[in-house]
């Protein structure tokens, strides 16, 4: 799999340009934590996953956000999940709605993406957007997707789309595995002018 770099995987709300803010290596990382960066320069933030492995079968990424620069990661979020599968020997495949990996106003992390495998050739890509995180007024909505090499041999797309909902300035997002560790991969934060 190559690196999203180019706009048709990762569309722009208004068609702007990206600039590289930071990136980050894992290295049996427990988590990726972004604490700067997101303020009020852009008024979108694009975050790019690429590679990333996990250190058990199953590990799914999931995110959550801060509004006081990393220190507590609780914000309550509401999101939709939905994902489409196709298996290796070409005779399972699904699409639909994932109610188990959604949240309703959960303070704990949200799932982004589904289960990897932790063999040397199952990883996860994939992109988050995060709209308008300096707000004192609105909430804050993102969405994300992720392609998945599930450790049953199945190409998994998940779309997830939800909210931050805080009127609070987002300021800090933190990138983790629902199970074990993030052992390879790259995460590069963008502004969008």
Same mark, same amino acid.
């Given at each position: 799999?190559?690196?999203?770099?180019?706009?048709?995987? &990762?569309?722009?709300?208004?068609? @702007?340009?990206?600039?590289?803010?930071?990136?980050?290596?894992?290295?049996? &990382?427990?988590?990726?934590?972004?604490?700067? #960066?997101?303020?009020?320069?852009?008024?979108?933030?694009?975050?790019?996953? %690429?590679?990333?492995?996990? &250190?058990?079968?199953?590990?799914?990424?999931?995110?959550?956000?801060?509004?006081? #620069?990393?220190?507590?990661?609780?914000?309550?979020?509401?999101?939709?999940?939905?994902?489409?599968?196709?298996?290796?020997?070409?005779?399972?495949?699904?699409?639909?709605?994932?109610?188990?990996?959604?949240?309703?106003?959960?303070? #704990?992390?949200?799932?982004?993406?589904?289960?990897? @495998?932790?063999?040397?050739?199952?990883?996860?890509?994939?992109?988050?957007?995060?709209?308008?995180?300096?707000?004192?007024?609105?909430?804050?909505?993102?969405? @994300?997707?992720? %392609?998945?090499?599930?450790?049953?041999?199945?190409?998994?797309?998940?779309?997830?789309? #939800?909210?931050?909902?805080?009127?609070?300035?987002? %300021?800090?997002?933190?990138?983790?595995?629902?199970? @074990?560790?993030?052992?390879?991969?790259?995460?590069?934060?963008?502004?969008?002018?």
């Amino acid at each position: 799999m190559t690196e999203y770099t180019d706009i048709a995987y &990762s569309p722009l709300s208004a068609g @702007g340009s990206m600039v590289l803010l930071q990136e980050q290596t894992m290295s049996s &990382s427990a988590t990726i934590s972004f604490t700067s #960066g997101i303020d009020s320069t852009y008024k979108e933030y694009v975050f790019k996953f %690429n590679k990333v492995s996990s &250190s058990v079968d199953g590990g799914m990424i999931t995110i959550n956000g801060s509004i006081d #620069g990393g220190s507590n990661y609780n914000i309550a979020k509401t999101t939709s999940f939905t994902a489409a599968q196709h298996n290796e020997a070409d005779d399972d495949t699904d699409i639909g709605y994932n109610t188990s990996k959604d949240v309703a106003q959960d303070t #704990g992390e949200a799932i982004i993406s589904y289960g990897t @495998g932790n063999a040397a050739d199952e990883i996860v890509d994939g992109y988050l957007h995060l709209y308008n995180p300096a707000s004192t007024t609105f909430v804050k909505h993102f969405i @994300g997707n992720a %392609n998945t090499k599930h450790q049953s041999d199945y190409s998994i797309q998940s779309l997830v789309a #939800g909210y931050f909902n805080t009127t609070s300035a987002v %300021n800090a997002i933190q990138f983790k595995m629902d199970q @074990g560790n993030m052992d390879t991969g790259t995460i590069k934060l963008y502004g969008v002018n």
